[in-house]
């Protein structure tokens, strides 16, 4: 209702009243024209309701019932049909608006319908339009305008009409002030919204306070403060006995990630898979990206095939608003067995298409600077994986090889200088490191790493010890410290690197399994350069066993002594001699060699004799022993240097949910 009499006696002065429709008009002229949705059926046995504030033209009501029923390409049409007859129609741009708000997430348009109803509204009725007259509509488009403003990152914008709804109407938006502020950074602001919601007495704006006040301590640093303001959000709604949230409880989960509390984190996200699905966050691409980080790389997948159909249960105008956050899911897990040219074929688009992030807290340079990273590396890896092949092909095919893994280096340093230029502010900079916190909350960290060859290591040595210094949570020292150490690597300094190493794996979590693996991998390097190299073989040997493919990830020589046996075991060595995976030498993991014109194998071994792993295949009826020798090597790289996980071309175009067609699209064909 309006908030103040005396300013709808002043509007009385200046309008005339215009004559009422009830809702129960608007649904039999519904019905008239052959709208027969179910609410209208109800709304028609009641014949006795009255909305008062609604009124409009039969035309105009019918098309608004349409929208309120969420038949929205229904609504367009029949929008249509009214501006056909009376441009000056601002119920009918409502319900425009409403139908690329809701119905085709297509803001800009909305935006557009919905000024033009406010212009069209305010010309006719006022500024403050009189309690006689259509008031709701007003009241509507101004919290319509808000929510339009907030979808696309206007929020200074939003801020002004949610003053203007509370300048002229009850109740008051109180807690929805407290985002947009949020967003500005004006967080003491944002706190007190919050606050003053809170103590309102109303459920609703108690839901909506304790969730931003879990944001706004995130985003302002206070990690420690928002991993209990998470948490009482979660407590609030048992102890009211209300459902939890879906949001409630991803966003505990990036609290108890923020601390490093992985456990918790996946038992707070299992129990969101759940729970009613939420407009914002699906807790199966967290799900996913948490076992990508594991190593669980088979859950992993199984995560992801749940994505698209989570998608797919929520209205149209948020599908897409985690679009790119599913691609750089995919992307990571794609990349870490061994698929860099399909992770690069989503990377690609998605450095292209960023998300909107008016209804997510973290900055969006930090989306774009993981993919950018995701797409170096994925090209990285292709031109690693092309000179493997080239190991095994005629002499002749060499030169073509190497060009082609030339092309894939180049465009990945096209990548790195993409994610060098976002960085290119000291308060993100340093932020990258901080990993868990508001400034680096989607970094994998098994990925952070890659900045060392991007910025070079003077600075990131000198932005992570300025992270680290302002870091008070004891459980980031290892990972600040595995950055560290491949700085060192990088910049030759191996002792140092071995020892920093060392001391990182010795804390590092047990869940870190990937960040884990490059670490031993680095320490591996750097004991093998010292000339330790039973330690070199024994760290080898343990980040083989968590993560193969890290090897290829940092392009990185396995230090190998090769046995062999039968007559064709000397030419399926030499193909191995020029892998880029191997360095053949006096001291390394033994390498067992047997072969024949009929089939052969070549194991990997660690320094304890369990198998890494072996490439084996049979000669067929037209193959002679040098093609034999090839397929033994492409399945020796094939095994060793990759997880297996049992993924199809078929399996990775269906991640996206491209392939899927929702019953909603269904109902919308079927749409009058």
Not at 195 to 221: D, K, V, W, Y
Not at 561 to 576: P, T
């Amino acid at each position: 209702m309006p908030v103040a009499d005396h300013r709808a006696a002043r509007a009385r002065q200046r309008v005339g009243k215009p004559g009422r429709r009830p809702l129960a008009v608007s649904l039999l002229c519904a019905a008239a024209v052959g709208v027969t949705t179910p609410l209208a059926a109800q709304v028609l046995n009641m014949p006795h309701l009255q909305v008062t504030g609604l009124e409009g033209e039969p035309d105009e009501l019918a098309a608004w019932t349409l929208s309120e029923a969420g038949r929205h390409i229904g609504a367009r049409e029949q929008a249509e049909k009214v501006l056909k007859k009376r441009p000056q129609s601002f119920v009918a741009h409502f319900v425009l608006g409403k139908a690329q708000h809701y119905g085709e997430a297509n803001f800009p348009r909305a935006l557009f319908h919905y000024d033009q109803a406010l212009s069209l509204y305010e010309a006719r009725f006022g500024v403050e339009p009189d309690t006689d007259g259509p008031w709701r509509w007003h009241a509507k488009l101004l919290r319509r305008l808000a929510a339009v403003h907030g979808s696309l990152e206007h929020h200074e914008v939003r801020l002004g009409y949610i003053a203007r709804f509370n300048e002229r109407y009850q109740p008051h938006l109180i807690a929805e002030r407290a985002w947009p502020l949020m967003k500005l950074e004006r967080y003491d602001e944002a706190r007190l919204a919050a606050s003053m919601g809170m103590h309102s007495g109303r459920p609703g704006q108690r839901t909506l306070s304790l969730n931003a006040l879990c944001a706004i301590e995130f985003e302002a640093g206070n990690d420690g403060q928002s991993y209990e303001a998470c948490k009482l959000a979660l407590d609030d709604a048992r102890a009211q006995g209300r459902p939890v949230s879906a949001v409630d409880l991803t966003n505990f989960a990036e609290a108890s990630r923020s601390l490093f509390k992985l456990d918790e984190a996946e038992a707070v996200v299992l129990e969101a898979t759940k729970a009613r699905v939420a407009w914002y966050g699906n807790p199966w691409m967290e799900l996913s990206e948490l076992y990508t980080r594991q190593a669980r790389f088979t859950e992993a997948l199984a995560a992801l095939r749940r994505v698209p159909e989570y998608r797919l249960q929520r209205p149209p105008h948020v599908r897409d608003a985690d679009r790119n956050e599913l691609w750089r899911a995919v992307a990571s897990f794609l990349l870490t067995i061994s698929r860099p040219l399909q992770a690069r074929a989503i990377t690609g688009p998605a450095l292209l298409m960023p998300d909107r992030r008016g209804h997510n807290s973290r900055d969006p340079s930090q989306d774009r600077v993981v993919v950018a990273l995701l797409d170096r590396r994925a090209r990285m890896m292709a031109a690693e994986m092309r000179m493997e092949r080239a190991a095994v092909e005629p002499w002749h095919a060499y030169p073509g090889a190497l060009l082609d893994a030339t092309w894939h280096r180049l465009s990945a340093w096209h990548s790195g200088r993409l994610a060098e230029r976002l960085l290119d502010d000291d308060s993100r900079l340093v932020g990258s490191f901080r990993l868990g916190t508001s400034k680096s909350a989607i970094m994998p960290p098994w990925l952070v790493g890659e900045l060392v060859e991007v910025l070079g290591t003077g600075v990131v040595d000198e932005a992570v010890r300025r992270a680290s210094g302002r870091d008070e949570r004891p459980s980031a020292r290892p990972y600040y410290a595995s950055v560290r150490a491949e700085s060192a690597a990088h910049a030759g300094r191996w002792d140092a690197a071995l020892s920093i190493a060392a001391s990182a794996l010795q804390q590092l979590g047990p869940g870190e399994v990937l960040l884990r693996a490059r670490v031993q991998a680095i320490a591996a390097e750097a004991a093998r350069r010292t000339g330790q190299m039973e330690d070199a073989l024994s760290y080898l040997d343990a980040a083989f066993q968590s993560d193969p493919g890290v090897f290829r990830r940092l392009s990185l020589e396995v230090p190998v002594v090769i046995e062999v046996r039968g007559e064709s075991g000397e030419m399926v060595a030499e193909m191995l001699a020029d892998s880029p995976r191997l360095d053949v030498s006096q001291a390394g993991l033994r390498l067992r060699v047997e072969a024949a014109r009929t089939g052969g194998t070549a194991c990997l071994s660690g320094p304890y004799g369990i198998v890494i792993g072996c490439g084996r295949a049979s000669a067929k009826a037209d193959e002679d022993a040098q093609q034999v020798a090839r397929n033994i090597v492409r399945a020796f790289h094939a095994d060793v240097f990759a997880p297996r996980v049992p993924l199809t071309n078929a399996d990775i175009n269906s991640l996206d949910g491209a392939n899927l067609v929702g019953k909603e699209a269904l109902e919308r064909a079927l749409e009058f």
